[in-house]
């Protein structure tokens, strides 16, 4: 692995460590439309603004310099007047696949902010025509997308995705406590959760046509597994406050029905740094592409995404993940 390795962070390091799943990962290439990182070695700019997360290690010179990319919608407007940027937009989908195809890129991991489909469909197409297997942490339908799933299956080229979990997130903390009411025979009459942060992705969320597929991505994650009717779980827009930086403050409530009609409200508060709380994550989704390509299997698996997205192309519950993970593990090993 490379730098500090984060214990167990999807649930599934055992599985990795009995099938000797290590990984040591090169950086080749790197986008960026930022004018404050664009030019830096990556090691330099991943610690540039508007980064505002701790710095938990430290990281060697890559060798890799930012290049910039296309802008197109991945950013609000109202992001975009107070960032200095820097807009390659002749750096096309052909542009962009040559460049990968000349790094020598095997996984691509697109970390571009929420309410971006067409900067994020670029890079996917980009990625597949240069045989890179791609890995979508954004909300925007790509794995889901069964147009571009198609072209990786055609092309045998691995697509993970989409919207990537966090070690212990909003989302798998609400449905957990629903699927807790459903198992102890609580009836959910409403529920909903609330997010703020100061980093830029939920400065980016103010505007709120970008939370859109946010929005469905998280709702998809929370009702494939609680089973509760849709009309009885809200989820609140973000709102951006500024000095928490990348501090995120979530509240969950829940109220429900228990016997004779007796009142149930639950009201959990969680507090976490937001950019390390997916790092890990995004870690092991990256070891799971490495053994999917090495197995020449191509498209999207179930299996391969349910333990790591929000919004998988299946839905498979908490319990049935991590099993069903692990054999498909075992059947790559072998052919890897």
């Given at each position: 692995?490379l730098?500090?390795?984060?214990?167990?962070?999807?649930g599934?390091?055992?599985i990795?460590?009995?099938?000797?799943?290590?990984?040591?990962?090169?950086?080749?290439?790197?986008?960026?439309v930022?004018?404050?990182?664009?030019?830096?070695?990556?090691?330099?700019?991943?610690?540039?603004?508007?980064?505002c997360?701790?710095k938990?290690?430290?990281?060697?010179a890559?060798?890799?310099?930012?290049?910039?990319?296309p802008?197109?919608?991945?950013?609000?407007d109202?992001?975009?007047?107070?960032?200095?940027?820097?807009?390659?937009?002749?750096?096309?989908?052909?542009?962009?696949?040559?460049?990968?195809?000349?790094?020598?890129?095997?996984?691509?991991?697109?970390?571009?902010?929420?309410?971006?489909?067409?900067?994020?469909?670029?890079?996917?197409?980009?990625?597949?025509?240069?045989?890179?297997?791609?890995?979508?942490?954004?909300?925007e339908?790509?794995?889901?997308s069964?147009?571009?799933?198609?072209?990786?299956?055609?092309q045998?080229?691995?697509?993970?995705?989409?919207?990537?979990k966090?070690?212990?997130?909003?989302?798998?903390?609400?449905?957990?406590?629903?699927?807790?009411f459903?198992?102890?025979?609580?009836?959910?009459t409403?529920?909903?959760?609330?997010n703020?942060?100061?980093?830029?992705d939920?400065?980016?969320m103010?505007?709120?046509?970008?939370?859109?597929?946010?929005?469905?991505?998280?709702?998809?994650?929370?009702?494939?597994?609680?089973?509760?009717?849709?009309?009885?779980?809200?989820?609140?827009?973000?709102?951006?406050?500024?000095?928490?930086?990348?501090?995120?403050?979530a509240?969950v409530?829940?109220?429900?029905?228990a016997?004779?009609g007796?009142?149930?409200?639950?009201?959990?508060?969680?507090?976490?740094?937001?950019?390390?709380?997916?790092?890990?994550v995004?870690?092991?989704?990256?070891?799971?592409?490495?053994?999917?390509?090495?197995?020449?299997?191509?498209?999207?698996?179930?299996?391969?995404?349910?333990?790591?997205?929000?919004r998988?192309?299946?839905?498979?519950p908490?319990?049935?993940?991590?099993?069903?993970?692990?054999?498909?593990?075992?059947?790559?090993?072998?052919?890897a």
């Open positions: 692995m730098g500090t390795v984060v214990s167990n962070p999807s599934v390091e055992e990795f460590a009995e099938n000797d799943l290590s990984l040591d990962v090169e950086f080749v290439a790197a986008f960026d930022d004018q404050r990182k664009v030019g830096l070695d990556l090691a330099e700019a991943i610690f540039a603004e508007p980064n997360t701790s938990y290690t430290e990281v060697p890559t060798g890799v310099t930012v290049e910039a990319g802008i197109l919608d991945g950013l609000a109202h992001v975009k007047a107070e960032i200095p940027l820097v807009d390659d937009s002749s750096l096309d989908e052909d542009r962009v696949a040559a460049r990968l195809r000349e790094a020598g890129a095997e996984i691509v991991v697109c970390q571009l902010p929420g309410g971006s489909p067409k900067a994020t469909r670029l890079y996917a197409m980009a990625a597949v025509r240069a045989g890179a297997a791609f890995i979508n942490c954004n909300p339908e790509v794995a889901n069964e147009e571009i799933r198609d072209k990786y299956r055609a045998g080229v691995p697509l993970l995705g989409d919207d990537v966090s070690q212990l997130g909003t989302t798998v903390l609400h449905r957990t406590l629903l699927e807790l459903q198992r102890r025979g609580i009836d959910v409403s529920s909903y959760q609330l703020f942060g100061g980093n830029n939920f400065k980016n103010l505007d709120r046509s970008r939370f859109s597929s946010k929005q469905t991505s998280k709702h998809s994650a929370i009702l494939a597994a609680s089973g509760v009717e849709p009309d009885r779980i809200e989820l609140v827009p973000p709102d951006h406050i500024r000095s928490l930086r990348d501090h995120k403050v509240y409530q829940i109220e429900g029905e016997f004779l007796m009142k149930v409200r639950l009201e959990v508060k969680l507090q976490v740094e937001d950019s390390p709380n997916s790092a890990g995004v870690i092991d989704a990256i070891r799971m592409a490495a053994l999917q390509r090495a197995a020449a299997v191509g498209g999207t698996v179930a299996e391969a995404c349910s333990p790591f997205f929000k998988p192309v299946e839905q498979i908490e319990a049935e993940s991590l099993p069903r993970l692990s054999e498909i593990v075992q059947v790559w090993g072998e052919k």
